[in-house]
Structure formats: C-alpha cells, structure tokens
C-alpha cells in the first residue's frame, strides 16, 4: 500500500496503539494483543530496545498489520525505520525534516504537532495526517473542535491523554482518528500477559469510535450533502451548540 492508502485505512479504523513499553518482547506481544481485539494497526516507539528490529520482524510474519514508527526524532533514524519497511512515521514534536523525507520516499508520515502554525506548516510540508500532542492537556475535544473550524482540509489525529471517557468526545468533535497509548495497553497487562484484557480494550475504544461516527452521520442524515461538506461544518456546527 501507498501512503495514501495507509491514510485511508488508518482513518477507516480509526485507532493507532502507540506502544511504548520497555522490550522488544513486550512490544511483539502488545501487536499481537491489539490485533487479537481487531485493530491492524500498530505504532512501535523508536525508543523501544530494538525497535527497528521489532518492526522489521512484524512485517515479515504479520503481512496484514499495518506497522509503523513513533518518535521518531530525525531524518537519520527516518531512514532507519524506511529501510526496515515502516508503513508509516510518526513524530512527538513537529520536524520538518523529518516530514518533508516522509513525503520524498513516499512512506506516510504523521508528526506531532500542538499550535495553529505547527499544524499548518506540518500540512505544508506534506504530513498525511497531523497528530496533535498532547492533545488532552492542552484542552481535549474542544481544543479539536476548534482546530477543526480553521482547518477542515487537515486530518487531525487526537493523541495524549485519549482515554474510554474521552474518546467519543474527540471524534465527535472532528478528530479524524485516536493515537493512544497506555490506556490501550496497560502496562500491568503487559507485564501479566493479559492478552485478553488488551483485546478487549481494543474493541471497546473500536466501538466508541464507530458509535460517535455513527452519531455524527445521523446528525446530518436528512440534509443530503457530500461527505467532504459534513466533515467541513460538523465542527463549526457544534461550536455553536456548545455556546
């Protein structure tokens, strides 16, 4: 799959488990467990103990798993994780860099980003999607919701402090998908290999998202727009509401 296609499917699941956790054996058993609960998708921390060799091995022996990199820091370890047949990158701070290589090698990128301009110029240096870190403490859904009015073309993904109480909340209020960590894998569960516990984490916060998209359909169900409308003015509609 091409980049474009990693977005798609990445935004019809709507879920990135970022794993962050302390072995490579943690991390292949967390892939594993996410994708047990039905979410494909897995973003491996940079940080990790042989990441580079985690990813490289999930995507030999698990073809349907979308796998990607997190935190990466630079163009350097970018290529590292290119070279091991990442899927996609992600970043915790916006660089530029970092972005623009993405885009060269057609591998999708998605960096972090916090503040209008951050995001703007991440969209500008051709980011698929643009994560917005830490999202929960800089004002949660509605500081999504208002980002969303000046920047409908942006697919934002919601990352930082996403947990089952707010994860609703940032869909409806426009977030194109959720990155969530330890809320997802708890780190007890890793360390007692409670596989079923993560897998039931991973539906949960699967239906959350489809019963708020589901949600936000209904809301214009009766109004016949294109698709690209209702994503444009669901939140410039719900900043009115919530006035």
Same mark, same amino acid.
């Given at each position: ?5 990693i ?14 956790? =302390?072995? #490579?054996? %943690? ?5 594993? &467990?996410?994708? /047990? @609960? ?52 992600? =970043?915790? #701070?916006? %660089?530029?860099?970092?972005?623009e290589? &993405?885009?060269? /090698? @057609? ?6 980003a ?53 994860a609703s909340?940032?869909?409806?209020a ?70």
């Amino acid at each position: 799959m091409n980049n474009k296609d990693i977005r798609t499917r990445i935004e019809e699941i709507g879920v990135i488990p970022a794993i962050r956790v =302390t072995s #490579a054996e %943690d991390a292949r058993f967390a892939a594993d &467990a996410v994708s /047990q @609960g039905g979410i494909p998708i897995v973003e491996i921390a940079i940080t990790i103990p042989q990441a580079i060799h985690v990813v490289s091995d999930l995507i030999k022996h698990a073809p349907n798993m979308i796998v990607g990199a997190g935190s990466v820091i630079d163009k350097k370890t970018a290529q590292r994780c290119v070279d091991a047949g990442v899927q996609f990158l992600t =970043t915790d #701070a916006l %660089d530029v860099e970092v972005v623009e290589f &993405a885009a060269k /090698q @057609g591998v999708a990128v998605f960096p972090g980003a916090l503040t209008p301009t951050e995001i703007l110029t991440a969209w500008k240096a051709g980011a698929d999607m643009v994560k917005v870190v830490p999202c929960a403490q800089i004002g949660g859904e509605s500081y999504i919701r208002a980002l969303r009015a000046p920047f409908p073309q942006i697919p934002l993904i919601a990352a930082g402090g996403v947990n089952q109480r707010t994860a609703s909340g940032f869909i409806l209020a426009g977030a194109a998908a959720l990155g969530i960590g330890s809320e997802l894998i708890p780190w007890e569960a890793i360390a007692l290999r409670e596989s079923a516990r993560i897998a039931e984490l991973s539906r949960r916060f699967l239906n959350f998202v489809a019963t708020a998209r589901k949600e936000n359909e209904d809301r214009y169900a009766g109004m016949q727009l294109p698709k690209e409308t209702v994503e444009a003015i669901a939140p410039l509609v719900m900043q009115e509401e919530y006035r």
